[in-house]
């Protein structure tokens, strides 16, 4: 992993390597790391792809955000920091909540959004919101996303390992990750989003149903909707080829678009 600006990010590709003209930030969701992209993405043929970790998230230090705009405002430093201009921002849930705000807040560096498992509004069972708060329930807190996060589909493996990567999350980063998602709405404004978007769902997941996604397809101006059998909310890691494919078609068009005379 390197480190810019705070933030630390593994890279893949390379600009000089890349086939398109923007890399690809991937952006993860609440409680999760750059490990919750499958190395199907995080290292997709042909792209400059750079897997970040939030801060206070994975290996990066500091604290997490209290709100969706705190996330995109440290972004923006890290894109600065690293000299990129745009980038196709990709992110899953509270990550697409992110990537979505960056598209209204600073559109100047974002070239299109891939948004997976995610929705113009946010809002957290009063279940998770609770047992996140208390370090003693924070376990708790932790099963019951999990428990809602994948198909019934998928092997136990995956669940316990990603089980296991939410619990090494600070309790109170966490708990604040939950609260910005909560207070996340962009459902009014979807509309003044105007670059390309791709929004991609399980269509077994329970904690952002495809009808979030339908809804930013049909809101966003030039966006389509991509939903795949047998994967819940954690569609990346359940799907990963699916998933993979899913944002080649998608940034290879976007390319050949802003190639075209």
């Known amino acids: ?31 999760g790391s750059a490990l919750h992209w499958p190395p199907e993405v995080r290292r997709l043929p042909g792209h400059w792809v750079l897997g970040i970790d939030l801060p206070g998230h994975g290996e990066s230090g500091g604290e997490g955000q209290a709100t969706i705009e705190g996330y995109v405002e440290r972004l923006k ?4 920091a690293l000299s990129i201009d745009r980038a196709i921002w990709v992110g899953h849930s509270m990550g697409g909540g992110i990537s979505l705000t960056a598209a209204l807040l600073i559109p100047d560096r ?6 997976v498992g995610t929705g113009g509004r946010l809002r957290v069972h009063s279940s998770i919101l609770e047992a996140s708060a208390q370090p003693e329930t924070f376990r708790g807190a932790v099963d019951i996303i ?27 980063v966490l708990h604040h990750d939950f609260k910005a998602c909560n207070q996340f709405d962009v459902m009014s404004r979807l509309e003044e989003i105007n670059v390309p978007a ?17 809804y930013l ?3 966003i101006p030039d966006a389509r909707l991509t939903l795949i059998d047998g994967a819940g909310h954690m569609v990346m890691l359940e799907k990963p080829a699916e998933v993979a494919q899913a944002i ?6 976007l390319m050949a678009k802003e190639e075209a005379p």
């Open 146 to 172: 999990i428990s809602w996060a994948f198909s019934p589909e998928a092997p136990p493996k995956l669940t316990k390992l990603a089980a296991k990567r939410m619990a090494e999350t600070q309790p109170h």
């Open 110 to 115: 974002v070239a299109g959004l891939v948004l």
């Open 248 to 253: 080649h078609d998608f940034t290879s068009q």
């Open 77 to 80: 430093a890290w894109l600065n």
């Open 1 to 31: 992993m390197k480190t810019a600006a705070g933030i630390s990010y593994s890279e893949s590709g390379g600009a000089e390597s890349a086939t398109g003209r923007y890399p690809l930030i991937l952006i993860h969701g609440a409680g």
């Open 217 to 219: 397809a049909e809101h």
């Open 198 to 214: 791709i929004a991609i769902c399980g269509r077994d997941d329970n904690l952002t149903p495809p009808k979030y996604s339908e």
